[in-house]
């Protein structure tokens, strides 16, 4: 299942790559969700089976998988894979995905990266490597933990009975992580196949990417305060270790946050220090930098040299301050409504 807004200029190669990959007897559904544009023409034209909605009023992903949901009753699948309409899949990831879904009966979620192009900016690539840490490092060690995942809203499959009651018709601009974190609660943890693999390309526009990131980022800060506070609780309540595994998770901020509050609460420790306050909180906070940039060099040579320069990886800094607004944002103008991230011109 595919949910497209006005994606004319990227479906067409999505769907190239894909349809080749199907199992047999496997369906290609696009939503053409309140499209404006040749989407819907261009996908039956590739051969996929389209169903088109027209609702101005209820906008956003959540509400296409639900119109993809109702018509799919009528004849129901094993398991249904959900895909961006600007991804690209490798060969084996449809099936991959499939597979496990059926024969494990959770939910799965595939390796969802964003690497940089090799021409892209310097803050493109920091943006993958901050990507890949998301995705990937940390996915790791929290399956690790706690033998569970978020889902990523692409590069996932559901089997048909957990789908067929997933309450999907709202416009979290996150809807993938709640719906991760619904399902953990209601027992049926997604796993993780990171030979799964789903690439989507970063915007190379800078409105679509700070379209993006803004969504992302918001999104990832009003789940944190409002589920990790309840996860807790809940772990407590119900003496459950992968609950306190996963809010401990969902309490830390996104990267680039973090390194600003460190640093920021560094500098601040330093005056106060400098103007004969206690040195104590200075060694606190700056080890609390000193660590997490080993920590990200770590990663980085473990997980991202092939694909992020060193170089580019010392300008996370410029990046993480680059992002400044979008967290200013999330206090006097937070984005709660999903925006479309604008696409660059068609990708092969």
Not at 56 to 79: I, S, Y
Not at 327 to 343: D, K, M, N, P, S
Request: charged fraction near 20%; include cysteine; charge should be positive.
């Amino acid at each position: 299942m595919i949910p497209a807004h006005d994606e004319q200029t990227v479906i067409a190669g999505t769907l190239q790559t894909l349809l080749p990959t199907v199992p047999a007897g496997g369906r290609v559904l696009v939503v053409a969700d309140n499209c404006s544009d040749g989407t819907a023409a261009l996908a039956r034209q590739l051969g996929a089976e389209v169903i088109e909605r027209q609702d101005a009023d209820r906008r956003g992903k959540g509400f296409a998988l639900d119109f993809g949901l109702r018509h799919l009753r009528q004849d129901p699948p094993d398991v249904v894979v959900f895909l961006d309409a600007d991804c690209r899949v490798a060969a084996d990831t449809v099936q991959l995905l499939a597979t496990a879904a059926v024969s494990t009966r959770r939910p799965i979620q595939g390796l969802n990266l964003c690497d940089p192009y090799p021409q892209g900016s310097v803050l493109q690539m920091v943006s993958g490597l901050a990507f890949r840490f998301k995705n990937l490092v940390r996915t790791l060690g929290l399956v690790r933990l706690a033998g569970l995942n978020h889902l990523t809203g692409t590069g996932m499959a559901l089997p048909w009975q957990i789908f067929a009651e997933a309450k999907l018709a709202d416009a979290n601009v996150v809807e993938d992580m709640q719906l991760g974190i619904d399902l953990i609660l209601a027992g049926k943890p997604p796993l993780f196949v990171p030979e799964a693999r789903v690439d989507s390309p970063l915007p190379q526009q800078r409105a679509g990417a700070r379209t993006q990131r803004t969504r992302w980022e918001h999104g990832h800060l009003r789940t944190l305060l409002v589920q990790a506070p309840r996860l807790l609780l809940l772990a407590i309540h119900r003496r459950r270790l992968d609950l306190l595994w996963l809010a401990w998770d969902l309490s830390i901020p996104p990267l680039s946050l973090l390194v600003l509050s460190l640093a920021t609460l560094t500098a601040i420790s330093a005056l106060t220090w400098m103007a004969g306050g206690s040195a104590l909180p200075l060694i606190i906070t700056a080890a609390s930098l000193a660590l997490l940039a080993i920590a990200v060099l770590l990663g980085w040579a473990r997980f991202c040299y092939q694909q992020v320069p060193l170089w580019a990886v010392l300008a996370a800094p410029f990046y993480a301050a680059a992002k400044a607004p979008i967290y200013a944002a999330f206090l006097i103008r937070r984005q709660r409504q999903w925006v479309r991230t604008e696409r660059d011109i068609a990708q092969s």
